[in-house]
């Protein structure tokens, strides 16, 4: 029996503004599709409502338990084993990049799955192109330690990666430490540095602004619960 594909498919990264961010060969897969592995049932069924599934009754869902240790990937894509095609949603902008999804797709290519990648937003892409650094060289290291002395280590050397390089670094934080990574990035990080926040990508109160940290000592902006994304150089 031939298999079943596996179709990443981006969603928005908040708002309801589909169309302006979901590309519409995108959301035409989407509305053919029976079956989907996502993060959340209920914020999936809300993206592929806006998105114009129909018979949303007849979908078969199958949730990504990301603190699951013991997840069997082949019952998970027994639906693309069985010849039916699969989408794989993500919480927030594009699958298994800083997210759980990465391991359905690595175990559809053990299971000799076709995967095919859709177009849509990505934060960690989006905020790099608006950032006016380095878009040839950088790395996104996720999220930084929680533990306040590994993260100022951490951020020495994300600094001296940085610096030795030439290399965009990019990171993200849990929402409600965001005011306190920011404290520690202009106090730890030299005067001449560049720091970009990339904050509330596609939303309608983004803000993305890239200045030397010696400016943003003057004026550091409230980012508490606000989904963000730092890139320095």
């Not at 989907?36 to 209920?42: D, G, L, M, T």
């Not at 997210?99 to 177009?119: E, K, N």
């Not at 520690?184 to 602004?209: F, G, H, Q, R, W």
């Amino acid at each position: 029996m031939k298999k079943g594909k596996l179709y990443i498919i981006p969603v928005l990264l908040g708002g309801e503004n589909i169309s302006d961010l979901i590309p519409q060969g995108t959301i035409d897969i989407a509305k053919v599709l029976k079956h989907f592995i996502v993060e959340n049932e209920k914020s999936a069924r809300k993206f592929l409502k806006l998105a114009g599934v129909p018979n949303q009754g007849e979908l078969q869902i199958s949730e990504l338990d990301k603190h699951d240790d013991n997840i069997n990937y082949q019952d998970l894509l027994s639906a693309s084993i069985e010849g039916n095609d699969i989408g794989l949603l993500s919480e927030a902008g594009a699958p298994a990049v800083a997210d759980p999804g990465a391991m359905v797709v690595r175990a559809a290519h053990q299971l000799q799955i076709q995967v095919i990648p859709l177009a849509g937003p990505s934060s960690i892409l989006m905020a790099l192109m608006a950032s006016g650094l380095n878009g040839q060289s950088f790395c996104f290291h996720g999220y930084l330690p929680i533990d306040k002395d590994e993260r100022l280590k951490k951020i020495k050397l994300l600094e001296k990666d940085a610096q030795v390089r030439n290399q965009t670094q990019l990171f993200i934080e849990t929402p409600y430490r965001n005011n306190q990574l920011l404290k520690d990035l202009v106090t730890l990080l030299p005067a001449d540095m560049k720091l970009c926040i990339a904050a509330n990508i596609s939303l309608p109160e983004e803000y993305i602004l890239t200045q030397r940290i010696s400016n943003w000592k003057k004026k550091l902006p409230d980012l508490h619960k606000q989904p963000c994304v730092f890139l320095i150089l």
